[in-house]
């Protein structure tokens, strides 16, 4: 099993240079009107839309979500080639167990797949994957897969991939708080001494990509839904918040470009006043 497993990697990385190519051809940030130097750092995904996708086109429930998948790898692709140095996607949330339970192991294979797949060119380009979240809630084989991308893919810094898997914003700071009060309880930290930089310091964001990529920049929503859905609720305090039309899967390169757009279009005063 073991030389098959290596067998399929290796016949994959062969495949590496042809799925970049659409990275490769992409127009220059500047003809698209971006500005390199004011990219966001950290960009943050709701991608809603896969199912609405499927019933459109009269498709099962899968393909959609299948669909979804090939949009989140141009996405990551496309971040990062375009110097975004963090993206954190919202893959799946704890209300979520709440669809039938076909849907929702359709789409833990999906996003098992998405990192088995994709996890030797990442390696080889610099991404670190990282899955945050309840780990409780994920199959065995997921489990095994984040297992195997935290492994392969720990050395690289160059940009950060969080998959936001069986994830509850209001959960995350609840479990913050249970582990600041147990420090407290074991006499290493006071009280008086938790702030916002200590309790922020305890998310998984700030575990996973450290305190400087720890919030979002922009947050974009597909799909016209206009709420974060208990998503990142501490990190979005501040971010600047984008809401596209397009389902997840007809979020492409010009979607993003537009999300890029009116982001640096905006003055990021973070509650002072400039003048």
């Known amino acids: 099993m073991l030389a098959a497993g290596l067998l399929s990697r290796t016949a994959r990385r062969a495949l590496l240079p042809a799925r970049r190519l659409h990275v490769a051809a992409a127009p220059a940030l500047v003809q698209a009107g971006i500005r390199p130097e004011s990219v966001p750092r950290h960009v943050a995904v709701v991608p809603d839309g896969n199912r609405r996708w499927a019933q459109a086109r009269g498709l099962p429930t899968a393909d959609g979500h299948e669909a979804g998948r090939r949009a989140l790898e141009r996405t990551v692709l496309l971040s990062h080639a375009w110097g975004v140095r963090a993206l954190t996607v919202f893959a799946f949330s704890q209300e979520n167990f709440g669809r039938p339970k076909v849907e929702v192991d359709c789409v833990m294979g999906t996003i098992e797949r998405m990192i088995r797949d994709n996890l030797d060119e990442y390696e080889r380009i610099g991404i670190r994957v990282h899955l945050i979240g309840d780990a409780s809630g994920r199959p065995e ?58 309790l922020a310091g305890e998310l998984q964001t700030s575990a996973a990509a450290g305190g400087e990529l720890s919030c979002p920049d922009l947050v974009v929503r597909t799909s016209g839904e206009h709420r974060l859905s208990n998503f990142l ?14 389902l997840w899967p007809d979020f492409g390169e010009a979607e993003y470009l537009k ?6 279009s905006r003055e990021r005063r973070f509650g002072q006043r400039t003048a």
Do not use: K
């Not at 999300?259 to 640096?264: C, D, S, T, V």
């Open 141 to 198: 084989s997921l489990l095994n897969a984040a297992r195997e991308a935290d492994e392969m893919t720990r050395s690289n810094s160059d940009f950060h991939l969080m998959m936001a898997t069986c994830y509850s914003g209001r959960r995350e700071i609840v479990e913050a708080c249970r582990a600041l009060a147990r420090r407290v309880e074991g006499g290493l930290l006071r009280p008086e001494d938790i702030d916002e930089s200590v």
């Open 233 to 246: 609720l501490w990190q979005s305090a501040y971010s600047e918040l984008y809401f596209a039309d397009a």
């Open 259 to 264: 999300a890029l757009r009116a982001f640096q």
